[in-house]
């Protein structure tokens, strides 16, 4: 077993809405979709992106796709309209995500 980033086995879109942002999750290879499920967690995420989100993490789960959504309330400094960050809507916050790592066996 071994360690890879996210990155290597998925990709992600971010958005926002006031204070909260979200983001999905698609592996690459619908294959790789059980083993997102099972290590990519809102709590995991949470621990991940501590630095940014100071609420609460929601995961959806989205099978018949294969995909997930991950929503992160207080994660944008107030808002868009309010907030000093450089990156007000969040957008790099997909970066951020796929620099994650988990357990992967071939």
């Known amino acids: 077993m071994k360690k ?3 990155i290597e086995l998925a990709h992600s879109r971010t958005g926002d809405k006031g204070n909260t942002l979200n983001f999905s999750l698609i592996p690459y290879n619908e294959y790789h979709y059980q083993l997102l ?3 990519v967690t809102a709590e995991k995420v949470k621990n991940h992106l501590n630095q940014i989100i100071k609420g609460k993490v929601t ?3 989205l099978p018949n796709i294969k995909a997930f959504n991950f929503v992160c309330e207080q994660s944008l400094l107030g808002g868009v309209t309010t907030s000093l960050a450089i990156d ?3 957008k790099s916050i997909s970066s951020a995500v796929l620099e994650m790592e988990i357990e992967f066996t071939n």
């Open 4 to 6: 890879v980033k996210l």
């Open 37 to 39: 499920e099972e290590q």
């Open 59 to 61: 995961r959806y789960d």
């Open 88 to 90: 007000t809507h969040g």
